[in-house]
Structure formats: C-alpha cells, structure tokens
C-alpha cells in the first residue's frame, strides 16, 4: 500500500537556525498538510496546501514557517529561524482528489529537536 | 470554531475485554466526519475508523466501532476482544466537508488523545 514517507526520522538543530522538514505524498494526491505534536498534547493543525498554495494555515504557521513543492513529489515545511517551542513531531499528510471524502494519510513524523 | 474534547487521559483494560472511549465535539456545521486514530509508541498515525454525520448507522470495522449521537455530539469508540497491540493513544478528530466548491481543504482538528493501556 502507498505510503507517505518524511525524512529524517530525527532531526537535530540549534536555535536560530532554517531547518527543512521533508515529505513525499502519496503519488495520486493533491491535497497536503503540516501537523505538529508537542510532546505529550493534541496534534495540531499548521498548513493545507492545494493547487501549488497555501489554502488554510493555523496561528501557528507564522512567517517563520514556509512550505512548497519544489517538484512533483516532495512536499517541504521550513523553519526560517527555529526556536526552542519548535521542538515536536512534525507529521505530513495527504489526501486524494475528493478530499471531503478521502481519509488523510499520515507519514511516521519528523522529531524535531531545538536545542 | 469547531473543538473535539476527550475527557479520558488515560483509560485501561484486560486483554480479551473491551473498553469505550469517549470523544464529544462542538460544531455548527451539519455535515462533517469523524474519525478515530491510533498513535502507538512508535508515533505514527494510523486511521482506525471514520464516520460520516449524515449517516445514522455506526461505523464498523472489525473489533473496532462506534456509538455516534449527532444531537448528543457524541463519537465514542468502543474496541472488543482487546488486544496487546491495541495499546496507544487514541485521537478523535473532527473535518467538515467541503464538498464542490467549498473552502474547506480537509483540515483535521483533534482531540487531547486518551492513552489506552492493555494488561495481560
């Protein structure tokens, strides 16, 4: 069965530098999403992304956030200057064409680590 | 705005039993989905069971169903034959449609989540 994949699993960074969240949606999907879990609490919405833009972000997808489709397959969340509170398990998504009846389908989640 | 609450941090449960968990939500909307996910230890999501507002029959898959009480806002999950690998935290979430033409894109909100614990 398709699979979203993120990569990496962890990653590591100090605070104040860009980091840059990678994911590859299943191949037939349009519709692409950012969650994030801080540790222990709810899985948060960031930003969908539809038709090359953002169509809903969060409060939490400030200007520090940014995401893009750079070609066919990858999806990518950036941090421009990551902080401490950006530490979580960053999780993609996507959903096929009707997404008011397509199931999302999660990647396993990038654990960011701000130090 | 729409809010998903599940009152359950923690619930347990024998093996071979079965256990509810509870998930209530607050919307104005008429016509959305609700969904169970399942978070085991290695973090993944996994989709356990989705059900759709306008349908008045529960949802049903496996060992897995649900008791949906629209008036109530209502989405319990009751899992049967409890299982080892059925210990994780589950999430409730909640998505309007959108449907042709909407603006709604699919966004999820979800719940606190409910840590299950399974005992042998």
């Known amino acids: 069965e398709p699979e979203v994949t993120q990569t990496p699993s962890h990653q590591v960074t100090q605070m104040g530098q860009e980091v840059i969240l990678r994911c590859v949606p299943i191949?037939?999907?349009?519709?692409f999403y950012w969650y994030r879990q801080i540790l222990g609490q709810k899985v948060e919405f960031l930003v969908s992304?539809?038709?090359?833009?953002?169509?809903?972000k969060s409060e939490i997808f400030d200007d520090q956030f940014s995401v893009e489709r750079p070609d066919g397959s990858n999806f990518t969340l950036k941090i421009r200057s990551t902080k401490l509170e950006d530490s979580a398990m960053y999780f993609c998504?996507?959903?096929?064409?009707?997404?008011?009846?397509?199931?999302?389908?999660f990647g396993n989640g990038t654990r960011l680590t701000v130090t | 705005a729409q809010t998903v609450t599940q009152s359950q941090p923690e619930m347990s449960v024998q093996e071979a039993e079965t256990v509810t968990l509870s998930c209530t939500y607050d919307?104005?909307?008429?016509?959305?989905?609700l969904f169970w996910y399942k978070q085991p230890p290695s973090r993944q999501m996994i989709l356990v069971i989705r059900?759709?507002?306008?349908?008045?029959q529960n949802a049903t898959e496996n060992r897995f169903s649900v008791n949906f009480q629209k008036a109530a806002k209502s989405f319990s999950l009751k899992i049967s034959d409890s299982q080892l690998g059925d210990a994780a935290m589950y999430f409730c979430?909640?998505?309007?449609?959108?449907?042709?033409?909407?603006?709604?894109?699919?966004?999820?909100?979800f719940g606190q989540g409910t840590i299950l614990t399974v005992h042998p």
């Open positions: 998504a996507s959903a096929k064409e009707f997404v008011w009846i397509s199931p999302l389908h």
């Open positions: 191949s037939n999907h349009l519709y």
């Open positions: 992304f539809y038709n090359n833009e953002i169509s809903e």
């Open positions: 919307t104005s909307e008429s016509d959305y989905y």
């Open positions: 059900q759709e507002a306008y349908k008045q």
């Open positions: 979430a909640y998505r309007v449609t959108g449907g042709a033409g909407g603006t709604s894109y699919g966004k999820l909100t």
